[in-house]
């Protein structure tokens, strides 16, 4: 388990003051994927560089598996830092030793036996599906190969926590696709704790068991996936979500207006994303209704739906219909 106790870091430069972190309080499970998401400058690369301390807090305390890894001398931190692997955008891999000469770079680093190499070696490239690629220069591998290698490396030493700043940012959305589900299954067959930093929605959704939401500094919303998605409370996190469904309006829609009509967006939560809604209202009520745009989204194998529609009718009628929504559960104007 990784807490954040009232950390905060604050950096002086030239006499200005620039608070990175501002009094974090936070709890990531052992064995969970969980996801800092925000966009650049809210502080979540710098919380997850406190973790193995390549980013000292100015005050509070990180307990890491119940030590507080801010007390740490050299030796101590050098411990720590082997067990915690790191994941970056750009790879960092050296380009003039093979695929398997930087996996024997970090086991050398952790002081590992030579004669020990081949055979972890040998496992960790099965593992991220690289067994042919051993002997391979970085040049001739493909930017997912090469977050492939990036990944094994990490995992020489096999750390308990996983760190991964940016991993897909760099990559093209099939490639990020192989990623996640590679970090997902070695989350599931190694338990191994895995901290992800994005400002990719798509990326929390993939593959996250819960997230917080950062901006400037702080963290602004916490919870679930599933949650967050469903209930978003702050401005900040609802626009992430808005991002995932690209509901926007066409344009004769966005100032429509005609008398007796109006466009209602719902949203369908859990198993109602999957029931007859609009043939309800067919039934139900005497307007006229017309979809507009809409979309399911299976977040933690849980159904989230979005529906954007016109209704054309009395002020009466289209009363009775909010009055439906509300009296649904499950479903609710969005």
Known sequence: MIEFINVSKVYRKKGNVVHALKDIYLTIPKGKIFGLI????????????????????????VIVNGQDVTTFNQSALRKHRLNVGMIF???????SKTVAENIAFSLKAAGIKEKDYQGRIDELLALVGLTERKNNYPKELSGGQKQRVGIARALANNPDILLCDE????????????ILDLIQNINRQLGITVVVITHEMDVIKEICDEVAVMDHG??????????????????????????IYHLELPEKYINLQEPNKEIITVKFIGDKAETAFVN???????????IIQGRIEYIQNQPLGMLTFSVSGTNEERQRIYEYIQASEGIEVA
């Open 38 to 61: 925000g966009y650049s400058g809210a502080g979540k690369s710098t919380l997850l560089r406190t973790i193995n301390l390549l980013e000292t807090p100015t005050s509070g305390k």
């Open 218 to 243: 702080e963290i602004v919303e916490l919870g679930d996936v599933f949650t967050i998605f469903s209930n978003p409370k702050s401005s900040l996190t609802k626009h992430f979500v808005n991002e």
């Open 280 to 290: 309800n209202l067919y039934k139900q009520f005497n307007c006229d209704i017309s």
């Open 89 to 95: 955008q750009q790879f960092n891999l050296i380009h």
């Open 167 to 178: 991993a897909t940012s760099a990559l093209d959305p099939e490639t990020t696709k192989s």
